[in-house]
């Protein structure tokens, strides 16, 4: 089966950098993605990495190392609506995606 | 732009009554995913469907039943609900494969 470990929850201050980690467990493993979801909405759909390395995607970036079974989301220049809840996600080769816990992200002014 | 719509948005049930939860995408996309997210929670699988005339049993399939009537269209159902079963359900699209989830705004079930 997967599982997905990532913290539960991140302080950090606006205008600051954060963090986010997840260790992955897979049957397979097609790539890694990290969904925003603010309370009472949708997840949303920030980045996915199928292969080792980072990729930038304006103030947010994603890193991945498949050897490791690891990933991370960074997030610069911290603003207030980045307060939300973040999920990591891995596909596995039957297509099935599954997601963590979630991170609780708040940014403090 | 219409995307991922669910229906209906809300709905309070008895302990086993029957309903059945609709979704329909118009980007033509392959792949459809019906989660379920109770407070404070993260994403759970209940069944997805990898192409048109396929279905699979996701994380937590019990209680529930899935059709993909079309390529559209992917129906959620629950014969006998149970308290268990109060959650906000997700319903999601995408093209194939691995990459961007696409989700509908969520239909919030409570059962009493």
């Known amino acids: 089966g997967q599982s997905l470990e990532q913290p539960s929850e991140v302080t950090a201050v606006e205008g600051a950098i954060v963090q986010i980690n997840c260790t992955y467990q897979t049957s397979g493993f097609y790539g890694l993605s990290w969904y925003q979801q603010h309370d009472g909405g949708a997840p949303t759909f920030l980045s996915y990495?199928?292969?080792?390395g980072l990729e930038e995607t304006g103030r947010f970036s994603s890193f991945l190392s498949r050897s490791d079974s690891y990933g991370y989301l960074l997030l610069q220049e911290l603003q207030m609506k980045d307060s939300a809840s973040y999920f990591c996600a891995v596909m596995d080769s039957s297509y099935k995606l599954i997601f963590g816990s979630g991170t609780r992200l708040l940014v403090r002014p | 732009n219409a995307g991922v719509t669910q229906t209906p948005k809300f709905q309070v049930l008895k302990t086993g009554q029957s309903m059945t939860l609709q979704c329909a995408q118009d980007?033509?996309?392959?792949?459809m995913y019906w989660y379920r997210q109770d407070p404070g929670m993260g994403l759970r699988l209940i069944y997805y469907s990898a192409s048109e005339g396929t279905t699979d049993k996701g994380e937590v399939p019990n209680g529930y039943n899935v059709s993909r009537l079309n390529k559209r269209e992917f129906s959620l159902r629950l014969e006998s609900a149970a308290p268990s079963q109060t959650s906000v359900y997700f319903c999601?699209?995408?093209?194939?494969?691995?990459?961007?989830?696409?989700f509908g705004e969520g239909s919030r079930l409570t059962v009493l």
């Open positions: 999601a699209s995408s093209p194939s494969g691995p990459g961007e989830l696409f």
């Open positions: 980007m033509n996309h392959n792949s």
């Open positions: 990495n199928a292969l080792d």
